[in-house]
């Protein structure tokens, strides 16, 4: 998927959060996206993580169930108009390779896990695009099953990003999971909740804001029973909320709750997404929160409309990186447009036709030299761990890996066991787009304005064959010489190169 491309007419944006699974499908005409269908299921994710922090049989069991069935509505659906994201719960479960790979035959397409940060950039997206424009500064909460962001942001760009690490089922399971509701108990959960926001709680308020929102499941379902139950106040205000505490309280039990819009499903975690909310609201001052009509599904879906436009955030990121970090741009810009040459030449041979390997190959092309910025020794290495751990909003997790993968493959020794961790496809190509951006780097080592000459690389297996004019070798005896150094250190790697 590059800039210029047209828009795909149908989008799909599958959100497999720590508590629901949801899918939204939407035409996209005119440069607005309009819904054709909606699932949600309640899978409760997080609740299946045990102490080892493995997902147990019964959650997998759940997920990939609903997985199936969302599968069955994206079949027909190319990749490039599909995105799939996990949130806290995938982020924190362990030796979850294999059932990455379960859920990605049921639903047909890939799975990113997004950070924290990036999962409140995607909130902060699909509020901001379903919410009348406002130039003024707006406050965004999402409780969600595993995490809860907060995000204040102008217009379409958030100034302000958190995520923090509780959420309604964690929270629900902390100190309600036998259902039993009680004052101390609701006190204590509070309690986590406020010491999750000390760290916070000063940044937001001097920011400030006008307008507070809150997004998805918990905050809905809390402000539709504020609507019935005060129907002369109908606003999630401190005083409301905490009217509802008390009723929630005096129930003693989820199973006692006897509030229409809270059913089965929902009832388990309602105390405690009701404590996570009540805390936030006091804490943060917020005098009235109104109700998000979109949440992170949206947001991803104009995420994708953005990949297809001037508006990926990905290469915002890039482009932001590169002037972070001082990267000489016309050095870059030599190595992206060598790199990219020789893709075009052996992408059918290598499998690399999919649009994420040229992606990938330029964005490397472009940042492997930001550790320059802190030493010249071992430089590849910094620029590698800088980003695998930079906040670089729109990347999920794994292209974040396949990045520094990549970046940090393309001097020196290859060493391949980095890239074993990758997720498929690039645990087995990714190798090939190291080869690729190892010879660009090469052959523009001496940084000469110069353009290269034609370059032919043909390639079968893991045998290269290096094509290059014999008057322009000779002319470039460094060249050679590194040539030769990269015959063996490609050879220790598995791949033969030769050079003519």
């Known amino acids: ?96 390779r294999g059932f990455l790979e379960r859920a990605r035959a049921a639903l047909g397409h890939p799975i990113e896990i997004i950070s924290g940060l990036e999962e409140a950039r995607l909130i902060y997206s699909g509020v901001a695009h379903t919410s009348p424009m406002n130039p ?109 505490a008390d009723r929630v309280i005096a129930s003693g039990h989820v199973d006692e709750l006897d509030i229409e819009e809270v059913d089965a499903e929902r009832a388990p975690v309602f105390p405690s997404g009701l404590a996570i909310l009540l805390e936030v609201v006091e804490n943060f001052g917020i005098e009235r929160i109104r109700v998000a009509e979109g949440a992170m599904r949206e947001g991803l879906l104009y995420d994708l409309v953005g990949r297809y436009t001037d508006e990926d955030a990905r290469v915002r990121s890039v482009r932001a990186m590169e002037k972070r970090y001082h990267v000489d741009g016309l050095q870059a810009d030599r190595i992206e447009a060598t790199a990219v040459a020789l893709l075009e030449q052996v992408e059918s041979e290598w499998g690399l036709e999919e649009p994420m390997a040229e992606l990938v190959l330029r964005w490397a092309a472009r940042l492997h030299e930001v550790g320059l910025d802190i030493a010249h020794s071992k430089y590849h290495r910094h620029s590698a761990y800088l980003l695998q751990h930079a906040d670089m909003p729109g990347f999920p997790r794994e292209e974040q890996l396949l990045l520094s993968a990549l970046v940090g493959g393309h001097r020196r020794q290859l060493v391949l066991e980095v890239i074993e961790d990758l997720v498929p496809p690039w645990d087995h190509h990714a190798e090939f787009l190291i080869v690729l951006l190892r010879l660009a780097v090469l052959m523009h080592r001496g940084r000469s304005p110069q353009p290269l000459p034609d370059v032919a690389l043909i390639v079968k297996g893991r045998t290269l064959n290096l094509e290059l004019p014999a008057r322009w070798m000779k002319e470039h005896p460094l060249t050679l010489e590194d040539l030769e150094q990269e015959r063996i250190y490609l050879r220790e790697a598995g791949f033969r190169l030769n050079i003519a």
């Open 1 to 96: 998927m590059s800039r210029g491309h047209d828009v795909p007419d149908v989008l799909a944006a599958v959100d497999l959060g720590s508590n629901s699974f949801h899918m939204v499908v939407a035409r996209h005409s005119h440069g607005q996206l309009v819904i054709l269908d909606r699932l949600r299921e309640m899978v409760r994710l997080a609740a299946g993580l045990g102490d080892s922090g493995r997902l147990d049989d019964e959650a997998t069991d759940r997920a990939l169930r609903c997985l199936e069935r969302f599968g069955q509505r994206l079949r027909a659906m190319q990749a490039g108009s599909v995105r799939v994201v996990g949130t806290n719960a995938l982020r924190r479960a362990r030796h979850k």
């Open 136 to 244: 003024d500064k707006r406050l965004v909460i999402d409780i969600g099953g595993g995490s809860t962001e907060v995000v204040i942001g102008e217009g379409f760009n958030p100034l302000l990003l958190e995520s923090l690490s509780v959420g309604c089922v964690g929270l629900g399971i902390e100190y309600f999971e036998d259902g039993k509701i009680s004052e101390k108990r609701f006190e204590r959960a509070r309690t986590a909740v406020r010491l999750e926001l000390e760290p916070i709680q000063e940044a937001y308020r001097k920011m400030g804001w006008l307008q507070a929102y809150g997004s998805s499941g918990s905050v809905r379902v809390i402000g539709d029973v504020l609507k019935r139950l005060y129907p002369d106040d109908r606003k999630i205000t401190l005083a409301n909320l905490q009217k509802l």
